[in-house]
């Protein structure tokens, strides 16, 4: 673990040193958690502040994006299953399901994946997961390697629950955690705040800090050991995810591209979800909010919404492309929040207006980073129920009605 003199070397380059005012008063305990703290935070996060925000965020040239339809798989679909099947048999796909948020929308206080869906009886969000990747595993004849991102703030939680649990049956050899990076809030001044004396306020660095916080866990290697090619990315809120799907990863191994995205057609022109499409030439991911009217209302030559491909959080990424992309730098978003901290007398503050900010990396920014990324169209109603809020859109209710659709029993 970083030392003292370390942490204050560390703290002082980035003027932060206020984080170790109290340290003298701290107990044994409360100082390593302290340096631990330190240590797992990834401080150049914070140069995010000093750059011109408009200027990180201006778009280039945006133009719609050709998918792999629905009926264009029905067509190829036992080409692409003969090399899918090929490439997750002899071990080239492994799994990665990203499980460090905080899922504050479902307001659940145990880790998101912890959640019961089951009505007359258990059945866990994890449990939907294990279950779906199962499919694949029986389909292939082959174990699938599954990567699983916590964050610090839930990594005991839901090691000490999947343990508990046997992994639901799978085979916990092929089960493995990893912690991702925590991101320090600020006030407006860009000053790290703290919650206490031994407590930095910090929150999971976004779902875009998977890559390198897999790659600097040591797990990367082992994959690559494993002869590892590929990975397919995936969250926690969807009960439906088709995981190491033989005919996506086929689809995607034949058309050359360097990535793929599943992605549903959108319901409505205005749904809010993330657009696929082209920006300057590459592949791209536009926010709901960022699209204009026109664009919005856009239609193709046969009356289809132009821009129709809303991303669903399941890709899949060649190895040896994210390797290339993790030496450069992704964006930072910066959001206002209202942050608690600790003020200078010492007591605990919760603001009732924003005070500061997180910082959060996104996934999706990655897909802007290939030259290719294969939009896979899929039917939302077999593939898509995401749980992210108690009830109403995309909720616990919308997901128990469609998960009995497919005949899961709850
Ligand atoms: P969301 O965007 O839904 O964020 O995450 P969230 O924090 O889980 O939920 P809310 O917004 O507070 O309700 C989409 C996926 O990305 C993962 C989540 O676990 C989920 O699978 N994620 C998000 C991470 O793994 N780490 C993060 O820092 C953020």
Redo the contacts with the bound molecule.
Sequence with gaps: MITYDEAKNLLSGCGQEHILRYYDELSDEERKSLLAQIEGIDFSILDALEKDRENVLKRGKIEPIEAVTISDIKENSDEYRRIGLDAVSSGKVAAV??????????GFDKP?GMYNVGVTHELYIFECLFNNLKKAVEEAGKWIHLCI???EKNSDDTVSFLREKGFFGYNSEYVHFFV?DMAPSVDYSGRILMESRSRISS?????G??FSSLVRSGLMDELKSCKVEWLNV????NVLVKIADPLFVGAVVKSGAQSGSKVVAKSAPEERVGVLCLEDGVPSIVEYYEMTEDMIDQRTETGELAYNYGVI?NYLFSISKLEEINKQKLQVHIVEKKIPYMDENGGYVKPEEPNGYKF?LL?LDMIHMHDSCLPYEVIRDREFAPI??PDGVDSVVSARKLLEENGVEL
């Design positions: 399901l990203l499980a460090g948020g905080q899922g504050t929308r479902l998101k991102m916590t964050s991702q929150s999971p660095n976004g779902n800090g998977w995936f969250g926690v809120d959080l959060e996934i992210k809020n």
